[in-house]
C-alpha cells in the first residue's frame, strides 16, 4: 500500500491541543498512524492496529480521524500558513523516512503505543 506522510504545525492560544501532528495517510484517504506533539515536549503515537490490539471493540476503524484526510486539507497550500482568529495551521508534505524517525524514536510496544 502507498502513503503519504504531513507535518501539520498548529499555533493556537495555549491549551490541550498539540502543536504538532504527523500523519501517515493511504491513498483513499484514511489515517492508520498519527503523532501528536504537545508543548510541553510530551509526545503521542496512535495507530488503528494498536488500537485494535487493545480491544477497543474497533475491529472496523480504519482510521483515526473522520472522514477523508484529504478533504480536511483541501485549500491549504503546502507549508503556507492559513489563519484564523487566533489560530493559525500550516500542512507540509514530509519524506517518508522522515514520520519513520519520529515514530521510531517515541512509539513503545511496552506502553500499548500511547505516550
Do not use: K, N
Not at 5 to 16: G, K, L
Not at 68 to 97: H, N
Amino acid at each position: 500500500m502507498s502513503f503519504h506522510y504531513y507535518r501539520c504545525d498548529w499555533i493556537h492560544p495555549e491549551s490541550e491541543e498539540p502543536v504538532i501532528v504527523y500523519y501517515e495517510v493511504d491513498v483513499a484517504g484514511d489515517v492508520p498512524r498519527l503523532i501528536d506533539v504537545f508543548a510541553d515536549g510530551r509526545r503521542q503515537c496512535m495507530s488503528v492496529a494498536d488500537l485494535a490490539l487493545r480491544g477497543r471493540d474497533m475491529q472496523r476503524l480504519t482510521s483515526l480521524v473522520e472522514g477523508s484526510f484529504y478533504d480536511g486539507i483541501a485549500g491549504l497550500a503546502d507549508g503556507i500558513f492559513f489563519e484564523e482568529g487566533q489560530e493559525r495551521i500550516s500542512m507540509t508534505r514530509i519524506a517518508a523516512d522522515r514520520f519513520e524517525v519520529e515514530w521510531q524514536a517515541h512509539w513503545s510496544p511496552l506502553s500499548g503505543g500511547l505516550h
